[in-house]
């Protein structure tokens, strides 16, 4: 087995999650890692036990480096994954894939350009559950798609004082809910359903109109508080709160709720898909098991077993029934697809992973929803 080599790039909450999950896999070798200078990159080098650390220039002259990960706030996703595949590496980079839908149209025609496999981490398609579901839409075990309800509800920016760089629109783009777990319930919601949203119709509500910005430097979901003379209070115009309604291509609609303010609710991605046949509910929390509500006989719950798994869903199983697989194990299932692309040098034709366009529909259908709140009205995709 030919051993690839991997750099991670951003070593915020998500990039060590990346690290943990590449580790995973019996051909990877995490063998260097990015930051924004090299003094912060030894740090977190030694830290993660990665052996090399480098600034973004210097690693991208490593030839011995065949793939980059990109997790770096939003702003930096675009030009590093263009210099990426400029490179000649192939890229994984992190939702969003830009912070505007021409420079995700960039980044698609470069990569179809190069050949080089590029993906957008929507790692959430790949609780085994999820693919579950939409191997039983295909096989016909729902029916007709009458109403899509989801949710994603979150309570990290419950207070004055919580902060994060996603705050800052320079940084994060105009959207911040809806570009941050929204563009996850919306790319679950077309994967299971296999329906296109064609218009929506949003209102964002921004709870806190202004935040208090930590002066000194705190690590995300640390739940750190500081002394009052260290925090700057700064405007909010990014939303804290987002309903969308939603029309779809077969002609049915649907209503999503995204929320970052939601006490209690620490990563909750809830889905009801109501069918001709059969409604399925899923809950992010509760990842290895799906309700599914019958009419005229008994409502079951269908919990991971790979026995009682369709084939196509059984491949994202690495354990039996009753051996709980969560939030980690999405990310090595995903990179398991890519890699074996990487393996063979090219983007397949229709590859199983989310991949730079797919990563370009979620920005296109954010840019309306923004779009939509701010003329208070319907928008097409």
């Given amino acids: 087995m030919n051993r690839i080599n991997v750099a991670v790039v951003g070593t915020g909450f998500i990039g060590p999650a990346h690290v943990e999950a590449l580790r995973r896999l019996p051909n990877i070798d995490v063998v260097a890692l990015c930051e924004a200078t090299i003094e912060l990159a030894e740090e977190k080098a030694r830290l993660l036990g990665i052996p090399r650390f480098y600034v973004f220039d210097e690693l991208l002259k490593q030839d011995d480096i065949t793939a980059i990960h990109i997790c770096t706030p939003n702003f930096l996703h675009y030009q590093q994954s263009s210099a990426a595949l400029k490179a000649g590496k192939h890229v994984v980079c992190e939702k969003p894939l830009a912070n505007k839908v021409e420079e995700a ?20 398609r790949y609780y085994p559950l999820v693919r579950q579901m939409r191997t039983m839409r295909e096989k016909g075990d729902l029916g007709e798609v009458h109403s899509i309800i989801g949710s994603y509800l979150q309570d990290w920016l419950f207070y004055q004082n919580d902060y ?25 919601t077309e994967y299971i359903t ?17 935040r208090l910005k930590p002066m000194k430097r705190v690590e995300t979901y640390s739940n750190t508080t500081l002394q009052p003379s260290d925090y700057q209070e700064i405007p909010i115009n990014t939303e804290d ?12 609609t649907g209503v999503v709720t995204v929320s970052q303010v939601s006490a209690g609710r620490k990563n909750r991605l809830n889905l009801e898909i109501s069918g001709s046949k059969a409604t399925f509910e899923w809950n992010s929390e509760r990842p290895s098991e799906i309700w599914i509500g019958k009419r005229e006989a008994a409502n079951q719950v269908l919990m991971k077993d790979p026995s009682l798994f369709y084939p196509e869903a059984v491949s994202l199983i690495s354990f039996p029934g009753g051996h709980n ?35 370009l529909r979620e920005l296109l259908i954010c840019e309306r929803i923004i779009e939509s709140n701010k003329k208070q009205g319907w928008v097409k995709i």
């Fill in 105 to 124: 149209e960039e980044l698609v025609a470069l990569a179809k350009q190069t050949g080089l496999v590029n993906a957008v981490h929507f790692n959430l």
């Fill in 164 to 188: 994060n760089w996603r705050l800052e629109p320079d940084k994060s783009g105009e959207s911040r809910a809806i570009a941050d777990i929204g563009s996850h319930l919306l790319d679950v």
């Fill in 194 to 210: 296999g329906l296109k949203i064609v218009e929506v119709m949003a209102d964002f509500s921004t709870i806190h109109k202004t």
């Fill in 241 to 252: 709160h987002a309903n969308v309604m939603l029309r779809f291509d077969n002609g049915r």
């Fill in 325 to 359: 697989e969560g939030f980690p194990d999405t990310s090595k299932q995903l990179f398991k697809e890519v890699y074996a692309a990487v393996a063979a040098g090219k983007q397949p034709e229709n590859p199983s992973y989310p991949t730079f366009a797919d990563g």
